[in-house]
């Protein structure tokens, strides 16, 4: 089990009569890049605000970097990062301060943001813009620097919420990059995504419909269980009886 960054087994949230997330079932393996899919009203979102510690279950368990959801949500909190689709650093705010502002967030000392923030910009080829402010950059560098910010303090897991929306192709491609680089150094990835092509770069993919893990397999298996020849049809199968139009 050391091996397993995420695990839920019949992990439910009911809002009343409402069964937004109904009795999944999945693990996650440590180091591994994992999609989670679905169309709007899938259940996503609440399944990973239960996962990340914000919301609590009504029934099932789940771990979540060895912490139960119930009872250890502050420790989950320490051990992940998380980056949501709309951009989440402050734009009236210079790269550096931003870099140093979020690792302070993070617990870590003056020397590490220092030396971790020197090898991030680095990293992103940005060093040059260290005093630039956040709102003047182009979209794939903000998202690019939000990445690297949400992994600043080398978390066990990062949750990657739609991370790439808006993006453009090439962007995203270099996006990627930086997932398997943190993949690469052991950290998990958990990514929530509308572009199915994206899908494909996943070690394996679930496919929620209407709060249920309709399919849960790697991308090639799963075209094969459909007879397809791409996620994106993988997909509309699936989605195609789905009742839900919200999330």
């Not at 050391?2 to 180091?31: E, H, M, P, S, Y």
């Amino acid at each position: 089990m050391d091996n397993i960054a995420i695990k839920a087994d019949k992990l439910t949230k009911r809002f009343g009569d409402f069964v937004a997330v109904d009795a999944i079932t999945f693990d996650v393996k440590q180091g591994e890049i994992f999609g989670f899919v679905g169309a709007n009203g899938a259940g996503k979102t609440t399944a990973m605000r239960i996962l990340c510690g914000l919301s609590v279950p009504t029934s099932g368990t789940a771990t979540v970097a060895g912490f139960d959801v119930y009872k250890q949500a502050e420790e989950i909190k320490k051990n992940i990062g998380y980056m949501s689709q709309k951009f989440s650093l402050y734009e009236d705010l210079t790269v550096m301060e931003n870099i140093t502002f979020y690792a302070g967030i993070y617990g870590l000392s003056d020397k590490e943001i220092k030396d971790r923030g020197a090898e991030l910009l680095d990293r992103l080829g940005i060093t040059a813009e260290a005093k630039t402010f956040v709102g003047s950059l182009p979209l794939g560098w903000k998202q690019k620097l939000a990445f690297s910010v949400a992994v600043i303090h080398r978390p066990k897991i990062v949750f990657l919420d739609e991370p790439t929306g808006g993006v453009d192709p090439v962007t995203r491609r270099q996006f990627w990059d930086l997932i398997y680089e943190a993949s690469d150094r052991g950290i998990t990835a958990f990514v929530t995504t509308h572009y199915m092509d994206e899908a494909e770069y996943c070690g394996r993919v679930s496919v929620m419909v209407d709060g249920r893990i309709d399919a849960f397999d790697t991308p090639a298996n799963l075209k094969k269980q459909f007879s397809v020849n791409s996620m994106n049809e993988v997909f509309y199968q699936l989605a195609r009886g789905a009742k839900r139009k919200a999330d």
